[in-house]
């Protein structure tokens, strides 16, 4: 059995994050159809692993996910903020990088002059990154990030006057067992008032040569991933 590294301190950031761990893999190794949350990937180096696959040839999914944005910004926006000018809040589980909202995040600069964004990852690294290249490339925006466990521990966004849009892309979602998305789904929506909206971006269907490849990439940054086998720390034998 190959065994796993996660560097706890950098997942959730503080003493629960071991706790959290430990509950974690004992839970789904337990189980009788053995499983470890997706979370447990995006310690500093996993999510580091991450950005590099989205830049992969073969990870069509990233690539694709800019384009309907580029092509669509205007669209989505007009659609989500009826009422002109009033404040805007975008939120966003499992923000990463936030490399693709920035697209987002630009255009509704542009319409609102009173706009925060409320990034919510497990990953400290990525929130500070993401909060970073967000203040030094569109500076006027508020960034709240929260780091935080969106699954077991529901977010609760504090009361907001105006319109808040909620951001679930890059197909997080695909990761989940159908109950687990319906919770994670059920949640927002509690969070959520009436004129507000909320973007899911998912995969569909696709064929064996084009989503093969995807999660299997030629240089193995993937393969990497999966196993929580972070480069820069094998040694010669690994
Ligand atoms: C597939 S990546 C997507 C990142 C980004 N949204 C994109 O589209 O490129 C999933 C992101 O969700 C975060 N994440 C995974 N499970 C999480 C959880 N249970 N709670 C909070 N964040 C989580 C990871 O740290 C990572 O940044």
């Given at each position: 059995m190959e ?6 301190s ?5 003493a ?9 893999v004992?839970r789904?190794l337990?189980?009788k159809?053995k ?18 696959i ?14 309907i944005?580029?092509?669509n910004?205007?669209?989505i926006l007009g659609q ?13 589980l ?7 909202t920035?697209i ?8 609102s002059?009173?706009?925060?964004y ?7 690294a ?5 909060q ?8 006027g925006?508020?960034v709240?990030?929260?780091v935080?466990d969106?699954?077991s ?13 909620a951001l679930y892309?890059?197909s997080?979602?695909g990761n989940?067992?159908?109950f ?11 969070q959520?008032g ?5 973007l ?5 269907v696709?064929p064996?040569h084009?989503?093969?490849?995807a999660y ?12 929580m086998?972070?480069?820069?720390r094998?040694?010669?034998r690994?």
């Amino acid at each position: 059995m190959e065994s796993i590294s996660i560097e706890t301190s950098t997942i959730l950031g503080d003493a629960e994050s071991m706790d959290a761990v430990i509950s974690e893999v004992r839970r789904g190794l337990m189980s009788k159809r053995k499983s470890l949350a997706p979370w447990l990937f995006y310690d500093d180096a996993g999510s580091a692993l991450f950005e590099e696959i989205t830049a992969l040839p073969e990870y069509y999914v990233s690539r694709l996910e800019r384009r309907i944005l580029r092509d669509n910004v205007r669209s989505i926006l007009g659609q989500a903020l009826s009422q002109a000018d009033a404040p805007v809040r975008i939120i966003e589980l499992g923000a990463g990088s936030a490399e693709k909202t920035s697209i987002l995040l630009s255009e509704a600069r542009a319409l609102s002059s009173d706009l925060t964004y409320v990034p919510i990852d497990i990953s400290p690294a990525s929130l500070e990154g993401a909060q970073r290249s967000l203040e030094r490339d569109l500076p006027g925006i508020r960034v709240e990030p929260i780091v935080s466990d969106y699954v077991s521990k529901p977010i609760k966004l504090d009361r907001f006057v105006g319109i808040t849009i909620a951001l679930y892309i890059g197909s997080s979602i695909g990761n989940f067992e159908p109950f687990e998305a319906r919770t994670i789904l059920r949640n927002l929506r509690n969070q959520l008032g009436y004129s507000d909206a909320l973007l899911l971006g998912t995969d569909l269907v696709k064929p064996e040569h084009v989503l093969i490849p995807a999660y299997d990439d030629a240089q193995g940054v993937t393969a990497d991933f999966n196993r929580m086998r972070h480069r820069s720390r094998l040694s010669p034998r690994d």
